[in-house]
């Protein structure tokens, strides 16, 4: 009895230990997706808060099933359960649902309230008009991630609708992306800015985010569109400043000069018939 | 018992027979391979090297007759650090272009092509009848398709290799796999056809 | 009604031409499957592609309409010549109603080994065919993760190109989807549930049997696809990429189709089955909970397999005859096939899940030695988790852009399953509250389940909030996910129960030490795998790529290791299995586990009717404090014939 009874105490302070150890831990530990913008940082939290309120309630299932396990084994029960409880017991059972129902329902709430402040207007958009240049960082900048098989190229409408092959953002400033796909279902993944959206064809989605830190970081495709889906990522796409940020729209208008007659206009989605037309993306 | 053993002893042997034929016909086939030809040329300081490929409107033989393709082949080898030369004699019908942005001749020396003597920087998006692209070099060049009594034009450019051994995939953006969805299916997405692997080094 | 013994011979002295051709079901099966495909071929091929305009670009392997009827002929040969449309041809054309000689016969008495190579509508023998089938599906799909792996041990390709790794993927995904959704329905439900709730036979046993022999011609389909140039959808299939895809798309969703048929035909064989051939006195409330759970798991697959078989259908004519249901240049919409595929695709996971919990709620006691233990709210949990998985499907779909307002309610909906599954642990652990365990090897297996249904089940949570699941959608951390709960918890549960069942399956058992050893070195290697890839897709690591960021390279490595380990560790336990059972037949006690079940009451082997006496009165299955088996047999009274039932 009395080894049982300190047995029972070790996986209890062994429980709250790694509960506490565990939440302590994660609170100082480097959480995906970082701090490269806003939405990152809000999906960072999120998932810190998840595993902060997870841990504890995992590691006690866990340490119940160890209790069975290892402490039946070597210190094995010596009251038997009662003949009523045998077969269940009603105040344990609402108890535990109770519980359970409650935890869920907070996240819930919580992921909806995140949802509400965080990444709002993800989606269809539902204007057709392109945003004008931002006169302040608040503004967001339009950009668009056109997928096709098997490259993204982005268009930039306030700067007289350039396509080009290297997503580069200004740092600090609200970026509105809007994805679309010329032919199959691709989706969109810059990991750093915690952005994912799926570029679905004839479908204009809309995710914002702000990027707060200067660097090269990796565009993949995340939704398999084919054979070369796992090579359709890029380790160049860059947050820059607002001065490197121009020079490169000026670079990259020089070079686009020769084609820019042959561009269709800017537009959220591009359709057509299957037969290409100058200036129309076929379907 | 012994009956037995023979019985599972010819399962594993019917069993290592089929993962075997699984692995050499169908896992990676080892594809035929064309090295590039060594010049004593070099731009930029840098050895050139030559390749000749032809584009076709039908490849003629194999178990898909009638696909457009690359030939002789879309495995290249080409030494790293090389500037490669390539010469592509392009004999098909024109299908233009998705997007229009592939039309532009990009990550060539100089961003220029030379189609038929004459040098280019971009083509009408209707009249390409495929595109040599190597996406992760940010090479991309247009081949004009042919028009009137035209039997075929000549593409060349130059596009600089990195110094590091890699394995870089390359394909062709006009949706030119006739008879497929968006024309991209098909050739566009089988080995050997309008998708390729360049390995450098 | 006459008293009759069952040992008396049933066999006529002179088989008839339908029973003689019935010995030989497999063979004629695929003569009639080679026919078929060449009939179907060249029906489309020439006459139907002449019509309409074949979708896919002729090849010299031939046409989309010519391989799609090719296969459906070849599956309805292969069923044909396995003698499945003698019984309604028959009666058809005015034959007699078959005789209980007949009946007996179809349901493989005296028939030795042969019947297990033939039609028969015995459920055991049905059962043992399953388990056969889908060990051979898990070793197959085995080696394709085998290779994935060893692909992904560098970050660019090298064992397999672009085109061969994403069928490789494809293959690998879809033929474990087909085994796991008949992994504990297959061999247990099917053997076990008849025995279990008192009757001598399913509803539908002819049913029943085509069920397990649509198997077959599913995985060789499927398998097929290797030589028309494999398909590049993965398991999901998403239009409009499996438009664009060559004749091997085609192998895909035909195989696709006749598993939903199977699915959807097991589910409502089972619901008849439980609903009007209990035993008198099996009440519902006395209803064994594995058999609760393989209630709700055929409610799932008769509701939902019907949504696949429709999407899969749409398919196919997009690929024949051009209707653009999923291509929004036709007026279509990709969303569609999402929508319809999910709406599958979720209930299939828990059609995976609830029998494994049944399953592994039904061994508990046994090991425990103390009753079930809140079998009322188990029994709960796993309606609950069937309800709920039908409002769920939107939570693939997060980031796909469809309208973002529904997104809180799929959020709460399938933050909501987490209480029925949470039920399953409380039920768990109350049973083994103060109980004297006995840490028999299923019982370690039973333990493993729940270890690792739990990390499953906790990375779901990251998975169903939307803010998180925008870093961690479509990532390895969602592959580690799944592999987590299907392969840690059912095939867990599945091996456990092939452990716990073999003796009284075959009579024959395994050896113990061996097994403890494969059970941790499998346990291990499992977890060493999984976890490499939770952390590998926090990082960002997409799935389905064969080439990834070099940073990625450590942890992949890592994980390949792991992975050779589990599978050398799984290809044990089939050693192990092979050896022991088929080979040296090491022959097992009558009941080893001292279960108070009714299966471990019946004669080993079970009689060919199951029950030479049926039981008087029942009672719940886990009286172990009282000690009272699930099924008394009275006094004993000579018994009916088994074949008067049919």
């Not at chain 1, 080894?3 to 790694?18: G, M, S």
């Not at chain 2, 090297?49 to 009638?66: E, K, M, Q, R, S």
């Amino acid at each position: 009895m009395r080894n049982r009874a300190t047995a029972t105490r070790v996986v209890l302070i062994v429980w709250i230990v790694a509960a506490v150890g565990g939440d302590v831990a994660l609170a100082f530990g480097p959480i995906p997706p970082g701090q490269a913008s806003d939405l990152a940082s809000s999906e960072s939290l999120t998932i810190l808060l998840l595993a902060e309120a997870a841990w504890p309630v995992f590691s006690a299932v866990l340490a119940a099933l160890f209790f069975t396990l290892v402490v039946n084994k070597i210190a094995p029960p010596t009251a038997e359960v009662s003949a009523s409880a045998l077969r269940g017991n009603t105040r344990v059972q609402t108890v535990w649902i109770v519980t359970t129902l409650v935890v869920v329902l907070s996240i819930a709430v919580y992921g909806t309230v995140a949802l509400a402040i965080d990444v709002p207007g993800t989606g269809i958009s539902t204007t057709s008009a392109s945003l004008p240049m931002p006169t302040s960082t608040d503004q967001p900048l339009e950009v668009q991630v056109i997928a096709q098989q098997w490259w993204f190229t982005y268009r930039y409408p306030a700067y007289g609708g350039i396509e080009t092959a290297q997503l580069v953002l200004p740092v600090n400033q609200k970026i509105q992306f809007h994805v679309t796909s010329l032919d199959v279902i691709h989706s969109f993944n810059f990991y750093a800015l915690g952005v994912k959206a799926d570029a679905v064809p004839l479908n204009d989605n809309v995710i914002t985010a702000t990027p707060t830190q200067v660097g090269t970081y990796r565009v993949q495709c995340t939704e398999l569109c084919g054979l070369w889906h796992g090579n359709m990522a890029d380790n160049t796409a860059m947050v820059v400043s607002a001065s490197d940020f121009s020079a490169w729209i000026q670079e990259q208008t020089a070079l686009d000069a020769p084609i820019m007659k042959y561009l269709p206009p800017y537009s959220h989605t591009y359709s057509g018939s299957n037969l290409p037309q100058p200036g129309v993306y076929a379907p | 018992m012994r009956s037995r053993i023979w019985i599972l002893v010819a399962g594993v042997v019917v069993a290592g027979v089929l993962v075997g034929f699984f692995v050499t016909r169908f896992l990676n086939p080892t594809p035929e391979q064309i090295t590039a030809t060594s010049t004593s040329a070099t731009i930029q300081g840098k050895p050139v090297v030559n390749f000749t490929l032809t584009t076709v409107g039908t490849i003629g033989y194999g178990p898909h007759p009638a696909w457009v393709s690359y030939l002789p082949t879309t495995y290249l080898k080409v030494p790293a650090g090389a500037v490669v030369h390539i010469t592509i004699d392009q004999q098909d019908s024109p299908s233009g272009l998705r997007n229009p942005y592939f039309s532009l001749v990009r990550g060539t020396v100089n961003n220029e092509m030379t189609v038929n003597g004459k040098v280019m920087q971009a083509l009408d998006p209707t009249t390409p009848a495929h595109t040599f692209t190597v996406p992760d070099l940010g090479v991309s060049v247009p081949l004009e398709g042919i028009s009137g009594s035209a039997t075929q034009n000549v593409v060349e450019f130059d596009f600089v290799v990195p110094d590091q051994k890699g394995l870089f995939r390359w394909q062709c953006f006009v949706p030119c796999g006739a008879g497929t969805l968006y024309g991209n299916g098909g050739p566009m997405q089988t080995l050997g056809y309008m998708a390729g692997e360049l390995q450098v080094g | 009604m006459d008293v009759v013994s069952t040992a008396r011979p049933l066999m006529s002295a002179r088989p008839t031409l339908a029973r003689r051709l019935n010995e030989w079901g497999l063979l004629l099966g695929l003569i009639g499957a080679v026919i078929g495909f060449i009939a179907g071929y060249a029906l489309g091929s020439g006459a139907i592609s002449n019509f309409y305009g074949g979708g896919g670009e002729p090849t010299s392997l031939g046409s989309d309409p010519g391989i799609l009827l090719g296969y459906a002929m070849s599956a309805l040969g292969f069923l044909t010549g396995m003698g499945f449309l003698n019984y309604p041809i028959g009666r058809l054309l005015g034959a007699k109603r078959p005789t209980e000689e007949d009946n007996a016969y179809l349901h493989g008495e005296g028939g030795g080994l042969g019947r297990y190579f033939r039609m028969t509508t015995d459920h055991k023998v049905i059962g043992m065919q399953y388990l056969v089938m889908i060990l051979a599906f898990l070793f197959i799909g085995g080696l394709g993760a085998m290779f994935i792996r060893t692909e992904l041990l560098t970050p660019v390709p090298s064992v397999a190109n672009a085109q061969s790794y994403l069928t490789l993927v494809g293959l690998h995904s879809t033929l474990m989807i087909f085994m796991a959704s008949a992994a504990i329905m297959g061999p247990f439900a099917n053997y076990f549930l008849p025995i279990m709730i008192g009757t001598r036979n399913m509803a539908f046993p002819r049913l029943e049997a085509m069920t397990f022999w649509l198997l077959p011609p599913a995985g060789l389909i499927l398998l097929s696809t290797v030589f028309l140039g494999g398909f590049t959808t993965g398991w999901t299939g998403y239009a409009p990429l499996a438009d664009q895809n060559v004749l091997g798309m085609d192998s895909y969703l035909m195989g696709f189709a006749l598993i939903g048929l199977s699915i959807g035909l097991a589910g409502m064989n089972m619901i008849a089955t439980i609903m009007t051939m209990r035993a008198p006195g099996m009440a519902l409330s006395r209803m064994p909970v594995f058999v609760w759970s393989v209630l709700v798991t055929s409610f799932l697959g008769a509701l939902a397999a019907p949504a696949l078989i429709a999407a899969v259908l749409m398919e196919m004519f997009s690929r024949t005859y051009q209707a653009t249901f999923f291509i929004p240049a036709g007026g279509g919409s990709p969303y569609l096939w999402e929508n319809l595929f999910w709406f599958f695709g979720h209930p299939e996971v828990y059609i995976f899940m609830v029998p494994a919990f049944g399953l592994v709620m039904e061994m508990l006691p046994a090991f425990a030695r103390k009753p079930l233990w809140g079998r009322r709210v188990g029994i709960g949990g796993m309606v609950g988790v069937g309800v709920l998985s039908f409002v769920v499907w939107q939570h693939h779909l997060f980031v796909s852009g469809i309208a973002p307002s529904l997104r809180p309610f799929y959020m709460f909906s399938t933050e909501m399953i987490s209480v029925p599954t949470g039920i399953i642990y409380l039920v768990a652990l109350g049973t083994l509250w103060r109980a004297h365990t006995r840490f028999s090897t299923p019982m370690l297996f039973i333990f493993a389940f729940f270890f690792n249904f739990l990390i499953g089940g906790f990375t779901g949570v990251f998975l169903s909030d939307v803010p998180s699941d925008f870093t961690l959608h479509a990532s390895y951390f969602v592959q580690a996910h799944f592999h987590y709960t299907i392969m840690g918890g059912e095939v867990f549960a599945l091996m456990g129960a092939i452990v716990y069942y073999l003796p009284k399956m075959t009579g024959r058992t395994m050896d113990i030490r061996l097994l403890r050893f494969q059970f941790w070195a499998v346990f291990i290697t499992f977890n060493g795998t999984f976890i490499s890839l939770i952390a590998v897709g926090i990082m960002g690591m997409t799935r389905r790529v064969i080439s990834y960021a070099a940073y990625l390279q450590p942890l992949n490595d890592s994980a390949t290791i792991f992975a050779y380990g589990l599978g050398l560790s799984m290809a044990l336990f089939l050693g192990i299995l092979i050896w022991e059972v088929v080979i040296k037949q090491r022959v097992a006690a009558f009941n080893p586990w001292e279960s108070l079940g009714v299966e471990w009451q019946v004669p080993t082997p079970v009689p060919t009717f199951n029950f030479d006496r049926m039981p008087v009165s029942w009672s719940l299955p886990d009286n172990y404090d009282t000690g009272k088996p699930a099924a008394d047999f009275g006094p004993t009274v000579p018994a009916l014939s088994g074949a008067e039932h049919e």
